[in-house]
């Protein structure tokens, strides 16, 4: 149950794009469409921004897409804003009935 | 509105336990799955545990495989964990959290802290 790969730190300035990435295995990422992102704030919970690789969630901005490619999968954050300013996790089923997360990406809006 | 309200936590030395609880409004909480995911301090997140609605199938992280206990009880609206056999590496915000179909993971808790050390 090795924790998906994910960048320690990203960073825009308000109205860019940014992409973080999350880098599993054909066991987790490469081999289930069942690949979420989750953004936390600090001292909160998180929020589920994508499931299903690119599916959003009612009331998440269309400025958030999701993607995957092989083993990776993606969040691009387009149009960013101040509030996006956050840690974002990627998580993906990762069969024998157990789940993973990533080591989280934080995201800096410059 | 859906919300979820964790308790029990707190601070307990090594090898000591400590039983968490989830309280569940806003949804019919018997037609869902659960989970607890905990994250410790400064670290990332961590899948602990998943209950089907039923409570009949259960599956935990080979991490707490044999210390932990996850339970329901769907009368009460609740969700539990029970931790046994508490290490310092337990020590973590614990969180519940709703399970959708599509394997995601749509509402949590505020969490709860656990503190394990002597």
């Known amino acids: 149950q090795s924790a998906l790969t994910q960048p320690p730190s990203a960073s825009g300035s308000p109205g860019q794009s940014v992409t973080i990435s999350c880098t599993g295995t054909s066991s987790d990422v490469g081999g289930y469409d069942y690949v979420s992102w989750y953004q936390q704030h600090p001292g909160k919970a998180p929020k589920l921004m994508i499931y299903?690789?690119?599916k959003r969630p009612s009331g998440v901005p269309d400025r958030f897409s999701g993607s995957k490619s092989g083993n990776t999968a993606s969040l691009t954050v387009s149009g960013l804003q101040a509030e996006d300013e956050a840690d974002y996790y990627c998580?993906?089923?990762?069969?024998?009935?157990?789940?993973?997360f990533g080591g989280g990406t934080k995201l800096t809006v410059l | 509105e859906v919300q979820l309200v964790e308790s029990g936590g707190g601070l307990v030395q090594p090898g000591e336990s400590l039983r968490l609880s989830c309280a569940a409004s806003?949804?019919?909480?018997?037609?869902?799955?659960m989970v607890w995911v905990r994250q410790a301090p400064g670290k990332g997140l961590e899948w602990v545990s998943y209950?089907?609605?039923?409570?009949?199938?259960?599956y935990y992280a080979d991490s707490v495989k044999g210390r932990f206990t996850i339970s329901r009880d769907n009368a009460k609206n609740s969700l539990y964990l029970q931790m046994n056999s508490l290490r310092d590496e337990d020590t973590a915000v614990f969180y519940c959290a709703r399970f959708r179909s599509d394997w995601s993971f749509d509402y949590w808790g505020q969490g709860t802290l656990v503190t394990v050390s002597s």
């Open positions: 209950i089907t609605s039923t409570g009949r199938t259960i």
């Open positions: 806003g949804f019919t909480f018997s037609d869902y799955g």
């Open positions: 998580s993906s089923y990762s069969g024998s009935n157990n789940w993973v």
């Open positions: 299903e690789v690119y």
